[in-house]
C-alpha cells in the first residue's frame, strides 16, 4: 500500500471518526498479510504526526511496514529503467520518483524482490 491510499483516504473519503468500516477492513487486512507497505510510505505517513499517524501506530501489526534496506539493487533496476524512458516523463517527475525520500521506486523495488508478490 502506498502512501496516498492512507493519506487520501484519511483526509478526503474516508475520515477515521467517519469511516470506522473502512478502517476496520484495512486493519483485518493488514492483520491477515493480505496487504502490506514499506517503511518509506511509514516515513510519509508518520512525518505528519496526525490522527492517521497515531492509528496506523495503533492499528497496524508491528511488521507491516516492511524494511526496504535489501531493494537497493532493485531500486537500481527501477531507476535504470525510469532514466532509459527520460524521454517520455518530464525531469521533476523523474526526480521526485526517484527521490531516496519518496516510497514510489521503493514501492515497486520491494515488489520485484518479494517473492509473494511475484507468485
Known sequence: ???NFFIQAHRVSYPLDVAHSFWD???QLANSGSIISIDK???EIFD???LLSEWCDANLPND???DTASSIDSYRLVSSWIVSRSSQYLPNAINEFLSA???DAFI???ALDDPSVNT
Open 108 to 110: 515497486v523495488a520491494y
Open 101 to 103: 525520500e519518496e516510497a
Open 1 to 3: 500500500m502506498d502512501s
Open 48 to 50: 505528519s504526526h496526525d
Open 64 to 66: 507491516f511496514f516492511k
Open 41 to 43: 510510505v511509514k516515513n
Open 25 to 27: 477492513k484495512v486493519k
